[in-house]
């Protein structure tokens, strides 16, 4: 039988000394949740963990209810933005924060995934790369209108502005979408902190290598890394295939610094 394996690991990358990245791996391979917080370092951490410990509480509460897997994934987003506001109030030096969130389910032989921000989803099938998740920035908009070219989006000093976060108390609809795994397939979640740095071809030539998914993990930080790593860098991996690993990965130690 066809079983996930998986890994993940989260980086404060080069620069910046906190990281306000956040993620969980459920280890009977249910479910997997990356975070990316925003609003200063004690806001953005805070928002990140309690989006990932939200959605986890939530969804393994109601996992053996009789609620649909895209209301499930729905309903445990809004119960994470909920908590967000409640710590904003409670915490009015943390009223700016947010976080961004990209959630993959696997429940009743089906597939879902949800997003909020610009933390993505990917898949490899067949040595191909595509990105699943579409960003929700007024880059990727403009993008998707017309109004910007693929090469003014790369470099455009708006990328980052998101037009939707947890956090928000105009939180517009969140969406859920049905996610098509083959076996074989390799789906990705990361952080901006990956995709800033490095490339869809590298990412591709990386995730296709034939390794441990733990390797690649560490593979793709390290790539982040010598580009810069000026942002925070999560990356959680999840291949359909033999055999069934969680894994939560150290990278290497550096002994000298280039």
């Not at 089906?110 to 595509?130: C, M, V």
């Not at 017309?146 to 998101?162: C, F, M, N, T, Y």
């Not at 939180?171 to 996610?179: A, N």
Request: glycine letters at 6%; hydrophobic letters at 35%; one cysteine or more.
């Amino acid at each position: 039988m066809i079983s996930r394996n998986c890994a993940g690991y989260s980086d404060p990358g080069v620069v910046r000394p906190v990281n306000q990245d956040s993620y969980y791996i459920d280890p009977q391979g249910r479910f997997y949740i990356v975070a990316d917080g925003m609003g200063g370092h004690a806001g953005g951490q805070e928002a990140s963990q309690i989006t990932t410990q939200t959605i986890q509480a939530y969804l393994e509460e109601y996992w053996d209810s009789d609620v649909p897997s895209d209301e499930l994934l729905e309903d445990a987003l809004y119960q994470a933005n909920r908590v967000i506001l409640e710590d904003q109030y409670q915490h009015p030096e943390r009223s700016d924060m947010g976080t961004t969130v990209v959630v993959v389910l696997f429940r009743q032989d089906q597939s879902w995934y949800t997003h909020i921000g610009d933390s993505r989803l990917y898949r490899l099938r067949n040595n191909k790369l595509e990105q699943v998740s579409e960003d929700h920035t007024w880059v990727a908009r403009a993008l998707k209108m017309g109004d910007i070219s693929l090469e003014q989006a790369k470099i455009h000093p708006w990328r980052h502005v998101l037009f939707q976060c947890l956090g928000r108390r105009d939180l517009r609809q969140v969406e859920i979408y049905p996610l098509d795994v083959e076996p074989g397939d390799r789906l990705m979640m990361c952080s901006d902190g990956l995709t800033e740095e490095v490339d869809d071809e590298k990412i591709a030539t990386i995730l296709g290598l034939e390794t441990s998914s733990e390797q690649i993990v560490i593979n793709l930080i390290e790539a982040a890394k010598a580009a810069g790593g000026s942002d925070n860098i999560t990356v959680v991996l999840v291949a359909e295939e033999y055999p069934s690993i969680v894994s939560h990965v150290q990278p290497p130690l550096r002994l000298t610094d280039s």
